[in-house]
């Protein structure tokens, strides 16, 4: 190995020598040291290497040998390549030791790789829906103080390989809020073998702004970390977000790493400090500069000093100090940190504070509580906010909502806060503040933060639902709003409910001027409602100093906000309610009834109508199930798992199992792999269950790890266990089919449709058609999903059958939102008919005949074989109705031939009559040429007899068919040329 390294040095030196105009190399500078790799001994060489190719050195530095392969110094200090020794890092530079850190992500660092691919096969196939996609662009990027990726149509990894010289340990930050990507992490060792526990691979959702720290242990030796993610659809959305990666255990680190801007640090640090506020700092600083305390202001950690405006009124804000006395004392406050100059040209002033008014009146539903605070009204109570609350009248019930259009303080129930990306952004806690006539987003923070406000409703009293393929409706939510800014800032409605996480209702981009904004709710649960403002856009925030405040005076500002129809809240009237009841709720009646408003009382909806509406007044709230549905409770519409189409029943009943269903297998480029799992019930008497058993699941509550529908799906990722087992993660299950709207063979109902590949191709042919929805709206989906699933009857399908997917997508949708299944099966059809049977008939026995019954293959038939066969009596002799068809068929023959014979004859007369006039015309005996007058007639007139005689020889021919038959043949063969023909007195010649 000795005389190897060697060897190389001198053949690194003779390529120097050989090169042109040589110069002598500077040991100091123009070298590096490299280690060679350990040999058998536990040992390896130092080697220089020069960093100018075109100089020489006389001699070239000898190689060292090193006995220690694991050399590693504590944190704060580096591995001196020159001196072999732990040197301390210098002032503006910071080093773990045995460790790297990562978190300047203003370009890829070296040493990670990135992977970007589209898939090969699914619905997001971009060819096929005519879209040209760069996964460049949702591939993992740099964005200055993060790494993201925004998943999208494609699949993207990061990848980096590090060499542990003793176990060690990995350590990100990450945030990942956007349900649409899947993302994964895979820690392996050089055998492509899973490092660490199995609960790593799937890192949990998070909140918005909110960061989780993931703690993976590894092996000693090389070790392949990547970060991927999957996207699900073709809609940009939140990106993964990585900010740090820290890793320990690698050999040495032979440099310090310089602080980043807006951070310092003195000799052997092992972090870099952020600057305070006021100053600002380059990279690799030793201290941080102080700026210009009365012309200038720098947020903490701040590269560099901005100039401070004059100050407007939107440098302060108002209080109102607690009523004493129907009084309130108005107080002003400089928004902090103060960043405005009162001594320059047309700068204000901060109000005086002590000023006293009347108390504004609470919001609708409110009243001045104990503390001089507005609360709402107790229960069976109402007020309009500027008095105490009064009970409801008899016969009435309080009308609760939340009707907020004061802002003195935020109302009970609701609150604020500020998010940001390293936690410094946030001047306060409290991202809105309340100014009397409206609320607004706070001000003093920095211009990436999220400024969140939100509101915790209990429920709503409708029990909501589906009908006909409209939602019904529990409540309502609407607020007034305006939005003033100066670049394209975000303003965003969202939604979320225990067992859901944060989904986006609406957003507003730029400045919006006032406006109202309503949103039906159709779902009876508890929900946190947000409002939730950024004053940069997406792109710009991740890329923008985390502390920066250019935009301060951006703000969105609510009017009124107004949710209808709650459990909790305050109530500002009353409402009618049946004489005698004690439901103090508003929900006067029980389910399934409406109120008659002429009679004051509940009365039950019709048969097979359910109740829509929050509040069911008149028989209008009532109304029909869709096709194929009935309704025995007047609230929901079901099926028995049975229908009746064109006179024929329909039994479903042993479909009425859950169906796991398989979608086809995705790749991308590189091998990844994952499918779709569907489980379908289709009458929904056991519904159908999608789990998620991804390790982070088992943190969250029971009912949070499942979905239960008509018709739900999962992700589903195929890995390898430890021991070569195939394993399966689930992950993402969604439900496509929370109602049935109908069951019909008409292919269309309302704006559904079954997929055209689907229709019955066989005339005749009787398919039923299940129409199924799910109304919650998505990012990718705003109306929702909908899913149909055509029943069809196949006798050469055993057991369960076939369900069978679109050919062209084959993952279930085209689109992702609407979902076409067709099933094939023998268990589930139309009931034969009489009609339908084949009859066979046996042979008579006995006076006994079998009649064998053979159904169609297109109905369904009796298992019961004793009614597929019957035995009816039978004889010998012919049936009546044959004896009847004999006689009739010997009686016309009959008819036919006497017919045939009269027209004959009368046509020889005719013949006859013919032949002798032709005769006397030819006057063969030479008697010279006579001239014969024109005769009246040629033939016997009608009814007339024959009373020609012919005579030859002394006969006469007699008149019977037989004697002209033998009068013809002997004219043949005893022809007399001189006859004569004697015509009697009805031919007479004139």
């Known amino acids: 190995m000795q005389n190897f390294v060697l060897a190389a040095c001198l053949i690194r030196i003779a390529l120097v020598r050989a090169s042109s105009d040589p110069s002598i190399c500077n040991n100091q500078t123009d070298f590096h040291y490299k280690f060679t790799e350990c040999d058998e001994t536990g040992g390896r060489w130092r080697v220089s290497v020069p960093a100018a190719p075109a100089c020489v050195s006389e001699p070239p530095p000898p190689p060292t040998r090193v006995d220690d392969c694991t050399p590693s110094c504590k944190s704060g200090r580096f591995f001196n390549l020159a001196t072999l020794s732990c040197d301390k890092c210098p002032a503006g530079s910071y080093s773990l030791g045995g460790g790297q850190v990562f978190d300047d992500w203003s370009s890829v660092p070296p040493g990670f790789q990135v992977v970007t691919e589209p898939f090969k096969t699914s619905f997001l196939n971009v060819k096929r829906l005519g879209a040209e996609v760069n996964c460049d662009d949702f591939g993992w990027q740099p964005r200055g103080e993060v790494l993201s990726s ?17 176990p060690g340990t990995l350590k990100y930050e990450y945030q990942y809020t956007n349900p649409d990507v899947l993302f994964k992490f895979l820690p392996q060792d050089d055998q492509c073998q899973l490092v660490g526990a199995d609960d790593i691979t799937w890192p949990a959702l998070t909140q918005e702004g909110d960061w989780k720290t993931i703690h993976v242990d590894l092996k000693a030796g ?49 972090h870099c400090r952020r600057c305070p506020a006021n100053t600002r700092s380059g990279r690799g600083a030793r201290q941080c500069a102080a700026c210009d305390k009365d012309t200038e202001y720098a947020p903490k950690g701040s590269p560099r000093c901005f100039r401070r405006e004059p100050c407007s009124s939107a440098d302060y804000y108002e209080l109102h100090s607690p009523c004493v006395q129907n009084k309130t004392r108005l107080e002003y406050h400089w928004v902090e940190p103060k960043i405005c100059r009162e001594d320059l040209p047309g700068a204000v002033s901060l109000p005086p504070s002590g000023r006293q008014k009347p108390c504004p009146p609470c919001s609708p539903g409110m009243q001045h509580g104990d503390n001089l605070r507005c609360e709402y009204c107790g229960r069976g109570t109402h007020g309009e906010g500027t ?14 909502g939340y009707q907020l259009t004061a802002w003195a303080t935020l109302p009970p129930g609701m609150a604020a806060s500020c998010m940001s990306f390293d936690g410094l952004g946030c001047s306060t806690s409290e991202g809105w503040q309340p100014a009397g006539e409206y609320v607004h987003s706070g001000r003093g923070h920095a211009d990436g933060v999220y400024l969140v406000l939100s509101l915790v409703v209990a429920g709503f009293r409708s029990s909501g639902g589906l009908l006909n393929g409209a939602a019904r409706q529990v409540g309502a939510v609407s607020f007034a709003f305006e939005v003033d800014c100066k670049t394209d800032c975000e303003f965003a409605f969202m939604q979320s409910t225990p067992t859901t996480e944060v989904s986006l209702v609406k957003s507003w981009t730029g400045r ?45 500002r609510i009017y009124s906000i107004n949710v209808t129809n709650t459990m909790d809240g305050g109530a500002a009237s009353c409402l009618p309610c049946p004489k005698g009841t004690q439901d103090q709720s508003c929900i006067p009646c029980p389910a399934g009834h409406y109120v008659d408003v002429a009679a004051s009382r509940c009365e039950p909806c019709p048969a097979d109508t359910v109740v829509v509406g929050p509040l069911s007044y008149g028989r209008a709230s009532c109304q029909p199930c869709g096709p194929g549905l009935s309704s025995a409770d007047g609230e929901r519409c079901t099926t028995a798992c049975t229908a009746n189409v064109s006179g024929r029943a329909f039994d479903f009943s042993r ?65 390898r266990g430890e021991d070569g087992s195939r394993q399966s993660y689930a992950t993402q299950s969604v439900s496509l089919a929370d109602h049935l709207l109908g069951v019909t063979a008409e292919p269309t109902l309302g704006d559904m449709a079954v997929y055209p590949e689907f229709l019955p191709q066989a005339t005749g042919a009787l398919d039923l058609h299940f129409f199924f929805t799910s109304p919650s709206a998505t990012r ?24 069978r997917l679109p050919a062209r997508c084959p993952d279930g949708t085209c689109d992702g939102c609407n979902f076409h299944f067709l099933w094939e099966t023998a268990l589930a059809g139309p009931a034969c008919l009489e009609k339908d049977y084949v009859v066979v008939k046996g042979e008579c026995e006995g006076g006994e005949q079998r009649l064998h019954y053979l159904p169609p293959k297109h109905c369904v038939g009796p298992d019961d074989i004793s009614v597929q066969t019957r035995k009816v009596a039978c004889s010998t002799h012919l049936p009546f109705t044959i004896q009847v068809t004999i006689v009739g068929a010997v009686s016309f023959a009959l008819c036919f031939f006497l017919l045939l014979c009269h027209y004959y004859k009368k046509n020889q007369k005719l013949e006859y009559k013919y032949m002798k006039l032709v005769k006397s015309a030819s006057n063969k005996d030479g008697e010279g040429n006579m001239v014969l007058p024109s005769a009246e007639s040629c033939a016997l007139d009608e009814g007339e007899e024959d009373d020609v005689q012919v005579q030859q020889g ?35 010649l004139t």
């Open 150 to 166: 925004a998943g999208g149509p494609c699949s993207s990894a990061l990848v980096y390989t590090v060499h542990l010289v003793r």
């Open 222 to 270: 090389l070790n392949v970390l990547h970060w991927k993610t999957i996207g699900m659809d073709l809609h940009t959305g939140k990106a993964v977000l990585l900010k740090k990666v820290e890793i320990s255990g690698v050999a040495y680190t032979s440099s310090c790493t310089p602080c980043k801007n807006g951070t310092y640090s003195h000799g052997a640090a092992d």
């Open 512 to 556: 919006q001027k006032r406006q109202r904004f309503s949103y039906p709710i159709t779902r009876n649960t508890s929900y946190t409602f947000s409002w939730v403002f950024q004053k940069m856009s997406w792109d710009e925030a991740l890329s923008a100093l985390a502390s920066s405040r250019l935009y301060d005076r951006d703000m969105v």
């Open 954 to 988: 002394g006969t006469t021919s007699g008149r019977g068919l037989f004697s002209r038959i033998k009068h013809l043949t002997n004219n043949d063969k005893n022809r007399n040329p001189l006859e004569v023909m004697q015509l009697t007195e009805h031919q007479a």
């Open 780 to 803: 990718a989906c705003p109306s929702g999903r909908t899913a149909t699933v055509t029943v069809r009857y196949n006798a050469d399908q055993p057991g369960n059958g076939t369900v």
């Open 655 to 719: 479909l009425d199992r859950p169906l796991p269903i398989e979608g086809s297998t995705l790749f991308t480029a590189s091998g990844t792999q994952y499918f779709h799992l569907f489980n379908m019930s289709l009458c929904g008497g056991a519904r159908a269950t999608c789990r998620n058993n991804v390790s982070y699941h088992e943190e969250q509550l029971a009912d949070e790890k499942l979905v239960q529908s008509f018709l739900c799906r999962s992700t589903v990722v195929p890995a």
């Open 387 to 400: 008095a105490r609350c009064q009970a409801c009248p008899p016969s009435t019930a309080p009308d609760y």
